[in-house]
């Protein structure tokens, strides 16, 4: 489990690689970013077993309450028509569901998952107030997922998914500068492209300059895993709203 000791060294550690690279950066030609954000995502999850499909959702309105822990973070470079994106994302969740039907029971979730991408943009398009870029990488996914089922008066069951696999991903991103402060970015990608394994997601954002180094950013996420694990289909997906803040260098 990542610590929060862990987590004040990274971000310390991201200040300090700020601070020493600009100068190197100006020179280059290299420009970068550093963003930390919050994604507040309604979460699914759900495995095949034996005795059928078992499913866990906590909502956006209850993800706050359940989050155990979660760190987030995203780190770009730019050079002229290439970039590099990178994104981290680490979510520990614990949560409950009722189950429907004469029997009643409960479903307890226990979540904690890591997905990194990794990506190399080229730039295909630019004018004075929009600009595309192609990108191809990699994600890594991992999880560490539990159920416990227990329906009415039967024993209580316990399911779970320990597993961690890397997809290839395509993807496209775009920017437009709305005003002198106010810009827009939208971002789209697909990833697997074999048989048992799949990944996308949609990211859309608003974003606002305060000055010249620092952006606030707001917007709508959208994620989703699909694996089969050992024959049995696993799925994951967030969505929902997520704001950050942007260090340029």
């Known amino acids: 489990m990542i610590s929060k000791c862990k987590l004040t060294g990274c971000a310390a550690g991201l200040a300090l690689l700020a601070i020493a690279t600009t100068a190197s950066a100006q020179q280059s030609g290299w420009k970068y970013e550093a963003t930390f954000y919050l994604f507040m995502p309604e979460t699914e999850t759900s495995i095949e077993t034996p005795r059928g499909t078992v499913e866990g959702t906590l909502s956006f309105s209850d993800a706050l309450e359940n989050l155990d822990f979660a760190f987030m973070g995203a780190f770009a470079a730019t050079n002229g028509q290439w970039s590099v994106l990178f994104d981290y994302n680490y979510t520990n969740l614990s949560f409950g569901n009722t189950l429907g039907g004469p029997a009643g029971g409960s479903l307890e979730t226990s979540v904690k998952t890591q997905f990194a991408t990794a990506m190399l943009g080229y730039r295909v398009r630019q004018n004075p107030s929009a600009v595309v870029d192609l990108a191809a990488g990699l994600r ?39 005003s002198s402060r106010w810009s827009s970015t939208a971002y ?28 606030l950013r707001g917007g709508y996420r959208y994620i989703s895993f699909d694996h089969d694990i050992n024959g049995s289909e696993y799925e994951f997906s967030q969505s929902g709203p997520m704001i950050g803040a942007t260090y340029r260098f």
């Open 140 to 178: 890594w996914y991992s999880t560490d997922t539990g159920f416990t089922l227990t329906p009415g008066m039967a024993p209580v069951q316990n399911f779970g998914a320990d597993e961690s696999w890397v997809d290839p991903v395509v993807g496209l991103r775009a920017r437009f500068d709305l």
């Open 188 to 215: 789209l990608d697909y990833g697997g492209f074999r048989s048992g394994s799949q990944t996308w997601q949609v990211l859309v954002t608003a974003d606002y300059a305060l000055n010249d180094r620092w952006l």
